[in-house]
């Protein structure tokens, strides 16, 4: 139980354009998920947190216009990299909610060219 | 300081032995303890939740000590499949709500 998953799994885009993240919880309901980021050798950092049916809180420092976050469903959470630069290459990770317990979705890497 | 602090390691063990973490965390209003283990360029995934009695799974036992404040995993019998960095994390209320903290992780590499 407890799954996540995540879509893409890897994504190439070009500057200036926009992608769009999708996180799932495939067994359970989360009303409360989150958004990282990590890079290399670096420690997870947390973007935002994400409550199904309410706007998303972010964290000091991240741009919430450019990280656009949806909770729309109880198993449904979206992260759009709106005008995608260099910079915001990375390895982007959700996690859902169950109980006290965060499970994670396999991550997706971005690579802007 | 950091609110959640974990000794970054390496840790290198040679198989068969046992090696043990500590983590620590500053905030004694936190509530939640958990261990996570992250493979590199992976997610990380729940090893286990600290209970305040201890738990054990197999070859992993953890312990939480509220008066000192840390927590602690145990690996008995090191196996090359359990190297990988392990994350401490605490969970503590704040503005009405709960944030999860997470320490930097501890590298472990099991050597044969």
């Known amino acids: 139980g407890a799954v996540v998953s995540q879509h893409p799994s890897w994504v190439i885009c070009k500057s200036g354009t926009s992608v769009k993240i999708e996180c799932r919880s495939l067994?359970?309901?989360?009303?409360?998920m989150f958004w990282y980021r990590q890079f290399p050798k670096q420690s997870l950092m947390l973007m935002a947190t994400s409550n199904e049916g309410s706007k998303a809180t972010y964290e000091q420092g991240v741009e919430k216009d450019k990280f656009l976050i949806n909770h729309a469903s109880l198993t449904l959470s979206t992260l759009t990299v709106t005008s995608a630069h260099p910079e915001d290459s990375s390895f982007y990770i959700c996690?859902?909610?169950?109980?006290?317990?965060?499970?994670f979705g396999p991550g997706t890497r971005l690579t802007v060219t | 300081r950091k609110e959640v602090e974990q000794d970054p390691g390496p840790f290198n063990v040679p198989e068969g032995a046992t090696v043990a973490f500590n983590c620590t965390y500053s905030n004694s209003a936190s509530q939640s303890f958990f261990w996570y283990r992250q493979d590199c360029r992976k997610e990380p995934k729940l090893l286990m939740s600290?209970?305040?009695s201890g738990n054990e799974d197999g070859r992993f036992t953890a312990q939480l000590n509220r008066a000192s404040q840390y927590i602690s995993l145990l690996i008995r019998d090191s196996k090359l499949s359990d190297s990988a960095t392990y994350l401490c994390v605490v969970n503590r209320p704040t503005s009405g709500t709960y944030k999860y903290i997470f320490g930097t992780g501890t590298r472990l590499k099991v050597l044969a």
């Open positions: 600290v209970y305040s």
């Open positions: 067994d359970f309901q989360a009303t409360t």
């Open positions: 996690s859902a909610l169950a109980g006290y317990e965060q499970y």
